[in-house]
C-alpha cells in the first residue's frame, strides 16, 4: 500500500489536480484524509464527491495545517491565492506545487510556514494515470516527506527525483511538453498520408493508431528505442528510406527536436524568473 500522508488539502482541482485526485482515491487513499478547495467544481469533481464522500470547500474554520498541501491552482493566480493558503503550511508537513515556472524560493517564499517544499513537473498523461512526474525537494525535505510526495505522484504514473532544480526547464521541455510534440507528430504523419492519396480519416485512423500501438511496444519491451527503430527497418527497404529523411543531419529530426527543446528549456527558464 501506497505511503500516502495522514491528512491532505488539495488546493485546486482542475484537469491535473483532479487527475491527481482521482489516482489517489483509485489507489486506496482514505477519502476522509482529504479535503479539497477548488471554487468552481467540475460536474466529474462533483461526482468525485459523492461517489467517494470527501470534503469538498469544507468551511474555512474547520481547515487545519494538513501533512502535504498539494498545490494545483494556476500559476498566475498563486499570489491571490497563496495569502489565503499560506496558514496551511504548517512546520510539520510539506508543500508539494505542480505550479509550471514556480521555483522552490518562489514557493518557500509564498509558505514560509512550510516545514519543506517539493516542486513537480508533471504531464497530462497523468489524467490517464500513464503519467511521468520529475520532482525536487528543498534540504527540508526528510526521507518520510520524500515517499509520500512518491506515492501521491506515482498513482498517476511514473516518477523520478533529481537534486538539481535547474535540471527542471529541460524536463519541461521533454516531458512536460513532450505530449504535444507526440500529438504533433500524429497530426504531420496524417496529412503527409493524405498528400500521399490517402483518404483524410483512414490516414489519421493510422496515425494514431500506429503512434498508440508503438508507444504500447515501447513500454512492454525491454529494448531501447533505437534498437526498436532497427529492427523495423530493412537495409533498402522503405523504412530506411523515410529514415534517411528524417535523420539527415542539418534538418531532420534530431537537429528540429535539439532546437525546439533548446526554446522550450529557455522559455521554462524565463517563466520562472
Given at each position: 500500500m501506497a505511503q500516502f500522508p495522514a491528512s491532505i488539502v488539495l488546493a485546486g482541482a482542475g484537469r491535473m489536480g483532479g487527475a491527481m485526485l482521482e489516482g489517489w482515491l483509485?489507489?486506496?487513499?482514505?477519502?476522509?484524509?482529504?479535503?479539497?478547495?477548488?471554487?468552481?467544481?467540475?460536474?466529474?469533481?462533483n461526482a468525485l464527491a459523492a461517489r467517494f464522500g470527501f470534503a469538498l470547500n469544507p468551511a474555512p474554520q474547520t481547515l487545519r495545517p494538513p501533512r502535504a498541501l498539494v498545490l494545483g491552482v494556476k500559476p498566475q493566480t498563486m499570489a491571490q491565492a497563496a495569502p489565503t493558503l499560506a496558514p496551511l503550511a504548517g512546520p510539520d508537513g510539506f508543500v508539494l506545487s505542480v505550479l509550471a515556472g514556480k521555483t522552490l524560493d518562489n514557493l518557500a517564499a509564498a509558505f514560509p510556514g512550510a516545514g519543506a517544499v517539493v516542486r513537480v513537473m508533471p504531464n497530462l498523461p497523468a489524467s490517464i494515470r500513464r503519467g511521468v512526474s520529475v520532482a525536487v525537494a528543498d534540504?527540508?525535505?526528510?526521507?518520510?516527506?520524500?515517499?509520500?510526495?512518491?506515492?501521491?505522484?506515482?498513482?498517476?504514473?511514473?516518477?523520478?527525483?533529481?537534486d538539481d532544480e535547474s535540471l527542471i526547464d529541460a524536463v519541461t521541455a521533454v516531458s512536460g511538453s513532450g505530449p504535444a510534440y507526440v500529438f504533433h507528430l500524429v497530426?504531420?504523419?496524417?496529412?503527409?498520408?493524405?498528400?500521399?492519396?490517402?483518404?483524410?480519416a483512414l490516414s489519421e485512423?493510422?496515425?494514431?493508431?500506429?503512434?498508440?500501438?508503438?508507444?504500447?511496444?515501447?513500454?512492454?519491451?525491454?529494448?531501447?528505442?533505437?534498437?526498436?527503430?532497427?529492427?523495423?527497418?530493412?537495409?533498402?527497404?522503405?523504412?530506411?528510406?523515410?529514415?534517411?529523411?528524417?535523420?539527415?543531419?542539418?534538418?531532420?529530426?534530431?537537429?528540429?527536436?535539439?532546437?525546439?527543446?533548446?526554446?522550450?528549456?529557455?522559455?521554462?527558464?524565463?517563466?520562472?524568473?
Open positions: 483509485e489507489g486506496g487513499l482514505d477519502p476522509a484524509t482529504v479535503q479539497v478547495l477548488e471554487p468552481h467544481p467540475s460536474e466529474r469533481l534540504a527540508r525535505a526528510g526521507a518520510q516527506a520524500r515517499a509520500e510526495a512518491s506515492a501521491l505522484l506515482e498513482a498517476v504514473g511514473a516518477v523520478e527525483w533529481v497530426e504531420a504523419m496524417a496529412e503527409a498520408g493524405v498528400a500521399a492519396g490517402l483518404p483524410r485512423r493510422l496515425a494514431r493508431q500506429t503512434v498508440i500501438g508503438s508507444g504500447d511496444l515501447l513500454r512492454e519491451s525491454p529494448e531501447s528505442a533505437a534498437a526498436l527503430r532497427e529492427a523495423v527497418t530493412s537495409p533498402g527497404g522503405t523504412t530506411f528510406a523515410a529514415l534517411q529523411v528524417l535523420m539527415r543531419e542539418k534538418d531532420g529530426m534530431p537537429a528540429l527536436f535539439a532546437e525546439a527543446i533548446a526554446a522550450a528549456a529557455r522559455r521554462s527558464r524565463e517563466l520562472s524568473g
